[in-house]
């Protein structure tokens, strides 16, 4: 089993910043990707950026890129998320998940953390 416990969401105006922690705990020996994903009210989860620990590669959904920066710290198996330019359209629920490949799919994840909401006001 792998434990995840996303911290650091919170509300803050469109342009800010925050910066999102996922600690992962447990066979985290089994799980080579980290990703986020984020739910929207009335909107399915959709994939936001992964990370995989062995090749340090990143993926990033489109409508983050360029404002969004995954990263990790080995020593405390914890991933983040660095959010910039936040804009209202990134107003969701934040979920961490883990991993075997690289994957946009949410299929693609085992285990889930239990969310953490990012409001962005206008």
């Known amino acids: 089993q792998v434990q995840l416990v996303e911290s650091g969401g919170g509300l803050v105006q469109a342009g800010g910043s925050l910066r999102l922690s996922c600690a992962a705990s447990g066979r985290t020996f089994r799980t080579d990707v980290m990703g986020w994903f984020r739910q929207a009210p009335g909107k399915e989860r959709e994939f936001v950026a992964a990370?995989?620990?062995?090749?340090?590669?990143?993926d990033y959904a489109d409508s983050v890129k360029g404002r969004f920066t995954i990263s990790r710290n080995n020593a405390k198996s914890t991933v983040y998320l660095r959010m910039n330019s936040l804009k209202p359209e990134d107003t969701a629920v934040y979920y961490c998940?883990?991993?075997?490949?690289?994957?946009?799919?949410?299929?693609?994840?085992?285990?889930w953390g239990q969310g953490t909401q990012v409001t962005v006001s206008s």
């Open positions: 990370f995989m620990w062995s090749s340090s590669n990143t």
């Open positions: 998940a883990t991993g075997s490949t690289m994957s946009r799919n949410r299929t693609g994840y085992n285990y």
